[in-house]
């Protein structure tokens, strides 16, 4: 919500003249309106958020997000095949969900053509996510699991 257009804000008021409503409140992290009937003359109020305060909420949620940028990184199928989380059936996964793996670790097989390929970590971390389900199609570029780094 930038900015409130004129004719967004007409059609709030005949909404609010149509529904005899008395008051609509629109809010987002930068400003609010609010429009009051005061019986069909609305009275309209903007609040804008002092910019120290968006600037403040604006570097948490940068930051928030570059935590969690840096501390996922995905191991990417480089071939089409199926997915396979055990050497064979029966025996334990390579990897199950929170194992942590260092660089240069099996972490699963893709099949390809009866072609058995090992898939080892690029780096070391605990395992946060698999995508996949075992025995199921994996395309060329899909994220395997996600691998999160300290």
Do not use: H, W
Not at 64 to 91: H, R
Request: proline share 5%; aromatic share 6%.
């Amino acid at each position: 919500m930038k900015e409130f257009e004129t004719d967004y804000i007409e059609k709030l008021i005949e909404i609010m003249k149509n529904n005899e409503l008395t008051e609509i409140t629109l809010e987002d992290t930068e400003k609010s309106l609010i429009i009051k009937g005061n019986g069909f003359k609305p009275v309209i109020k903007e609040k804008i958020v002092e910019p120290e305060v968006q600037s403040a909420i604006q570097e948490t949620e940068k930051t928030e997000q570059q935590e969690t940028k840096k501390k996922l990184v995905p191991i990417i199928s480089n071939m089409i095949g199926l997915y396979f989380s055990k050497p064979s059936p029966g025996e334990k996964p390579f990897v199950s969900v929170g194992d942590e793996i260092k660089e240069g670790q099996q972490v699963c097989i893709i099949e390809t053509i009866k072609l058995m390929n090992k898939i080892k970590s690029e780096v070391s971390g605990r395992i946060a996510e698999i995508c996949i389900e075992d025995g199921k199609p994996v395309e060329y570029g899909q994220v395997i699991m996600y691998v999160e780094q300290e």
